[in-house]
């Protein structure tokens, strides 16, 4: 069974920082992209950041800057380091895997796995 497991969120204030990581099973993730969305409540998922399998990055404006996207071949993991957090950073962040041999992408439709989804709340 292929899974991904995000983990890491929780509740943090403003200007904190977060680690979240993306645990991957069942098969190699190694030549996958991989890339983070998250949704707000009532809101549309989002693009936060993706990267390659050469481990070219790719971020959304409103992070660029402050969070930064790696993956552990190795331990078949991805992670997406939070810093500066803003409370209009709160929600539910999911990692993602094409399954196949791709570029960085933004778009939700090239990723065919997909993590439950892990909560992150910044407060004010």
């Known amino acids: 069974q292929v899974q991904l497991i995000e983990s890491g969120g929780g509740l943090v204030q403003a200007g904190g920082a977060l680690r979240l990581a993306c645990a991957g099973s069942?098969?190699?993730?190694?030549?996958?992209?991989m890339g983070w969305f998250r949704q707000a409540p009532g809101m549309e998922r989002e693009f936060v950041a993706a990267?390659?399998?050469?481990?070219?990055?790719y971020y959304a404006d409103s992070v660029k800057g402050r969070f930064t996207i790696s993956r552990d071949n190795a331990k078949n993991t991805g992670y997406l380091q939070m810093n500066s957090l803003k409370p209009e950073d709160t929600a539910v962040y999911f990692c993602a895997a094409t399954g196949y041999l791709s570029a960085a992408s933004y778009k939700p439709r090239e990723y065919g796995y997909w993590g439950q989804g892990t909560q992150v709340t910044v407060s004010s």
């Open positions: 069942g098969r190699p993730f190694s030549s996958d992209a």
């Open positions: 990267i390659s399998w050469s481990d070219t990055t």
